[in-house]
C-alpha cells in the first residue's frame, strides 16, 4: 500500500546543531504510531517539517505524495497539535473550535461539543484563562475533532489528570474504529500508550534508531537472568542493551533471539520487557555510542 | 465556505474587541471635545482642529502588528499555509479600512453640515477635505489608515521571523536611514526645496497617492519575510 507519509534523508539543522538528522521513514495509511525520545531529541521538529511548519535543510518530506510546504491541498488533511500552541490573546474556547469548524474539512462538530462536555470545557472562557490541563483538553479536541486523515499530538496530555488522559485513550480508540485514520503520537508516557501503539519510531539526538511494529518489538527484547555464564552462552547471537549484576546472578537485556525452551533447560530466567524499559535501554545505549 | 474568508473571519474574531475599543475612544475623545468646546462658547479661535482621530490610526498599527505575531502561530498550528494567511489578513484589512473610511466620511458629511456640531469644531474633518469630492475624501481617509496598518503587519513579521532582536535591528536602520536622509539634505542645503515640493502636492497625492507606494513597499516587504517565517 502507498504510504501517507514518506521521509528520506530529512534533515534539519540550527547551525552547527542537527534537530534532525538523516532521518528516513514511512507512515502506512490508518495506524497509531508512537513517535518516542527524549526532550530534545527532535520529535517536535520532525513533526513540524512533517506539517510544513518548519522548512527542511536537506532530504524530502511527501505527505499525501506531496511536498507539505505551502500545499493546501495536503495541510487541510493534517492535523498538527502540539503542547506549545499558542492562541490569539483575545480567543475564548469557542473562536478555537469555530477555527477547527472552518478549517478542517472533516470536522464533525457533534463530535467537538461531546468532548468539550467530556472535558468540561467552559466554551466562553478566554484561553489565556484556562489552566494548563484545560489548554491541553482544547488541543485534544480540536485534534480529534478535525478527524484529520494524519493527525499528530505533540505532547497533548501534558497537565491532564489521570481520569483526563485515560478519556482521551479511550475516545481515541473508540474513534479511530469507526473513522480509521493515520495518528502520531509523541509522548513521555510509554507504558501509558502502549497498548495503543501498532508502531513504534524512537528518535535520539536527531536520528531514528527503531522503526518497528509494536509486537515485533514486544516478543524481540527481553531480560535474562541467571548465572553470567549461562546468561553469556544464550545471549551470544543476541544483541545486548544492558546488563547488571545482582549478586551471583547477571540480568542482561537483549534484543534479538532467545530461545524460551533453551532458557528453561538452563534454569534462567526469561521475562519480557515493557515498551517503556526498552526505550530506555536502546535511548542509553544509543546516547553511549 | 471558502477559506480565506473563513480565515479572515478568525481575524475577526480575534479583533471583535479591537474594532470597538477605537471607536469607544474615539467618542469618549469627541464627547470631551464638544464639552470643551462648548464650556469655551465663542473664545474658540477660527475653527479649531483637534487630534481626536489619532486613536483610530494607532489602534490600526497595533492591530496590524498584533494580527501578526499572535495569529500567525496560530492559523500555521492550524494547518493554515502562510499565503492562505497572508490573502485573508489582506481581505479583512481592506474590509476594515473600507469600512472606517465611509464612517469617518459619513461623520465629517455631518460636521460640516452642522457647521461643526453647532460650535464650530472640527473633530473629524480637516479644512482642506472640504474641498475634494467624496471618492477623494474616502481615498484620503484610508491609504494612511492602510499605511498604519501595514507599518504594524511589517514589524509583526520581523517579529515573528526574527524575533524582538530583528524588530530593534528594523527600528534603527530605519532611523538610521532617516537620519541619513535628513543629513543629506542639509549637507547639500535642499531644506527650503524640499518644502516647497511638499507645498506642490495636492491633499490626494499627500495623503493617498504616496503613501498608497509605502503601502505596497511594505505589503511586499511583509510579505517576503513571512513566506519564510515559522511559528
Known amino acids: ?289 | 465556505m471558502n477559506r480565506v474568508v473563513a480565515i479572515a473571519r478568525l481575524h475577526a474574531a480575534g479583533r471583535r474587541d479591537g474594532l470597538v475599543w477605537p471607536l469607544v475612544i474615539l467618542a469618549i475623545a469627541f464627547a470631551v471635545n464638544l464639552l470643551v468646546f462648548g464650556a469655551m462658547g465663542d473664545d474658540i479661535g477660527d475653527r479649531p482642529v483637534t487630534g481626536g482621530l489619532a486613536s483610530v490610526y494607532i489602534t490600526a498599527l497595533a492591530f496590524g502588528a498584533v494580527a501578526i505575531a499572535q495569529q500567525f502561530p496560530f492559523a500555521l498550528g492550524m494547518s493554515v499555509t502562510r499565503r492562505e494567511f497572508a490573502a485573508a489578513l489582506g481581505l479583512f484589512t481592506v474590509a476594515q479600512t473600507a469600512a472606517y473610511a465611509v464612517l469617518l466620511v459619513v461623520l465629517q458629511a455631518v460636521e460640516d453640515a452642522t457647521g461643526g456640531w453647532g460650535m464650530r469644531l472640527r473633530f473629524f474633518g480637516a479644512g482642506f477635505l472640504d474641498r475634494e469630492g467624496v471618492p477623494a475624501q474616502l481615498l484620503i481617509y484610508a491609504v494612511p489608515l492602510l499605511l498604519m496598518t501595514l507599518t504594524g503587519v511589517a514589524l509583526g513579521t520581523v517579529y515573528v521571523r526574527w524575533h524582538s532582536n530583528g524588530v530593534f535591528a528594523a527600528v534603527c536602520a530605519v532611523l538610521l536611514a532617516g537620519g541619513l536622509t535628513a543629513g543629506l539634505v542639509t549637507k547639500y542645503g535642499s531644506w527650503p526645496a524640499t518644502g516647497e515640493w511638499f507645498l506642490r502636492q495636492s491633499a490626494l497625492s499627500m495623503f493617498a497617492g504616496w503613501p498608497s507606494i509605502a503601502v505596497v513597499v511594505l505589503a511586499a516587504l511583509s510579505w517576503a519575510t513571512l513566506r519564510r517565517a515559522t511559528p
Not at chain 1, 527481553?222 to 544492558?242: I, S, Y
Open chain 1, 1 to 289: 500500500m502507498t504510504p501517507v507519509v514518506s521521509v528520506q534523508d530529512l534533515s534539519k539543522r540550527y547551525g552547527a546543531v542537527a534537530a534532525v538528522d538523516g532521518v528516513s521513514f514511512e507512515l502506512r495509511r490508518n495506524g497509531i504510531y508512537g513517535l518516542l525520545g527524549r526532550n530534545g531529541a527532535g520529535k517536535t521538529t520532525l513533526m513540524q517539517l512533517l506539517t510544513g511548519q518548519q522548512f527542511a535543510t536537506a532530504g524530502t518530506v511527501r505527505v499525501l505524495g506531496a511536498d507539505p510546504v505551502e500545499n493546501e491541498r495536503v495541510l487541510r488533511q493534517v492535523s498538527f497539535i502540539k503542547e506549545s500552541q499558542r492562541y490569539p490573546e483575545t480567543y475564548k474556547v469557542r473562536h478555537v473550535l469555530l477555527a477547527g469548524r472552518l478549517l478542517f474539512p472533516a470536522w464533525d462538530e457533534a463530535f467537538a461539543r461531546s468532548l468539550v462536555a467530556d472535558f468540561q470545557l467552559p466554551p466562553s472562557r478566554p484561553v489565556k484563562k484556562l489552566s494548563r490541563g484545560m489548554l491541553s483538553a482544547l488541543g485534544v479536541t480540536v485534534g480529534l475533532a478535525s478527524r484529520a486523515p494524519i493527525t499528530f499530538f505533540d505532547e497533548p496530555y501534558l497537565g491532564l489528570d489521570a481520569v483526563a488522559r485515560q478519556l482521551f485513550y479511550d475516545r481515541l480508540l473508540a474513534d479511530y474504529a469507526e473513522h480509521p485514520r493515520t495518528v502520531v503520537l509523541s509522548t513521555h508516557l510509554i507504558d501509558e500508550v502502549s497498548d495503543l501503539l501498532e508502531h513504534v519510531l524512537l528518535i535520539e539526538r536527531g536520528r531514528l534508531v527503531l522503526d518497528e511494529a509494536a509486537d515485533t518489538l514486544r516478543g524481540q527484547v527481553v531480560t535474562v537472568t541467571g548465572p553470567a555464564q549461562t546468561v553469556d552462552r544464550l545471549t551470544a547471537n543476541a544483541d545486548e542493551l544492558h546488563r547488571e549484576h545482582l549478586g551471583p546472578l547477571t540480568r542482561a537485556t537483549v534484543r534479538g533471539a532467545v530461545s524460551a525452551g533453551d532458557a528453561r533447560e538452563a534454569g534462567v530466567q526469561l521475562e519480557p520487557v515493557s515498551l517503556q524499559q526498552l526505550v530506555v535501554r536502546i535511548t542509553t545505549r544509543e546516547a553511549v555510542s
